[in-house]
């Protein structure tokens, strides 16, 4: 089962810039993702304008048909977010309900969780 990554790419750049150049954080971090998720079976990337997190930035939502949604934001839109976002979505691809055990989260998502949204049944 496919699970999809979908990036906000709407996101603030941070709390106090909406852009850092041309594009938004939502836009950067959207692309660091779709380059680290390419070829990654069982994975989607998508993107989303406005999550409807806005206070905090850089937001993404990790979801699959039947399993335990998740969103997580507050990230700073570059690789090494964008590794630990595919490695988690890996991760909840490969569980049953979604539902990833704490001592499996990459460190990069920890303290990023904003909601968990029950599969409908």
């Not at 836009?27 to 999550?51: F, N, W, Y």
Request: charged share 25%.
């Amino acid at each position: 089962m496919t699970t999809t990554i979908f990036v906000c790419d709407t996101c603030k750049y941070s709390a106090d810039e909406k852009y850092h150049g041309e594009k938004t954080g939502g836009e950067m971090l959207a692309e660091h993702v779709e380059r680290i998720a390419d070829g990654v079976p069982d994975l989607t990337v998508k993107r989303q304008s406005c999550l409807m997190g806005c206070e905090r930035h850089c937001n993404v939502s990790v979801t699959a048909p039947g399993k335990i949604s998740y969103v997580i934001g507050k990230f700073t839109p570059d690789a090494e977010a964008a590794e630990a976002i595919v490695e988690y979505a890996q991760l909840h691809a490969a569980a049953e309900t979604g539902q990833v055990p704490f001592k499996q989260w990459p460190q990069g998502v920890k303290g990023h969780f904003v909601a968990r949204i029950p599969a409908p049944e």
